[in-house]
């Protein structure tokens, strides 16, 4: 019940087009979903969050999109560009207030010229 | 801006010693965390930290690990007895409350030999 699933594993999108990476939730009690970007090397940034009272949010070319019946969540990159290629992460967490993010497996972007 | 920064950004040590990463969080943060991530893997809790105790651990996060938070700036992952399976990149956290925004260091990547 505390796994967060992420999908797909890698993907490759042109310059231009959409980039979308889906994770999935099992525990209704997660309250707090980010994303995460990572450059190699790097630590984990944070992008974008989402609660679920909203169904989407939006900031600059990145956009949540999030479906609480179905325990799902999505990012979508806008007009992907070469420097959005990194890893992403989803992460969830509860409202037991330790703070611990649990995360997805993650997805490697390559946006190609 | 306010950053999370850690030290060592690289240490190798030799299995059986011990090991102190050291992490300064955002000054006005009261939640601090440390993951680990294994090269190529995902990103997985190990412990969070308020108010001077331990406010939740992971099954990762064994007799051989310790935090501390010696002073008003610096937070430490103490491993005792390093195996070859720690190494790992090590990454502080911090966040101002436990269901907000967690801000991560650039890690610390630890090499057991």
């Not at chain 1, 993907?11 to 994303?35: H, M, R």
């Not at chain 2, 925004?101 to 650039?106: L, P, R, S, T, V």
Request: with cysteine; aromatic share 12%.
């Amino acid at each position: 019940q505390q796994q967060v699933k992420q999908s797909p594993q890698s993907l490759i999108v042109q310059k231009g087009g959409i980039s979308i990476i889906n994770c999935a939730y099992e525990n209704t009690a997660f309250d707090y979903f980010p994303w995460y970007q990572q450059f190699p090397g790097k630590g984990p940034a944070l992008l974008i969050a989402i609660r679920p009272d909203v169904s989407e949010k939006k900031e600059g070319r990145f956009t949540i999109s999030f479906n609480k019946s179905a325990k799902q969540f999505s990012l979508h990159i806008m007009d992907s560009q070469p420097g959005d290629s990194a890893t992403y992460f989803c992460a969830a967490t509860n409202p037991s207030n330790t703070g611990k993010l649990i995360f997805g497996q993650g997805t490697t972007l390559q946006v190609k010229p | 801006e306010p950053e999370v920064t850690q030290t060592p950004s690289h240490q190798v040590t030799q299995m059986g010693q011990e090991v102190i990463l050291r992490c300064v969080p955002i000054s006005n943060h009261l939640y601090f965390y440390w993951y680990r991530q294994i090269l190529g893997q995902k990103v997985e809790f190990l412990v969070s930290f308020y108010n001077n105790e331990i406010s939740e651990k992971s099954e990762i996060f064994d007799d051989q690990f310790s935090v501390e938070r010696p002073d008003g700036s610096n937070f430490t992952l103490k491993i005792r007895s390093t195996k070859l399976e720690d190494s790992a990149m090590y990454f502080c956290a911090s966040s101002q409350t436990g269901n907000t925004e967690a801000f991560f260091g650039q890690g610390t990547r630890l090499t057991v030999v």
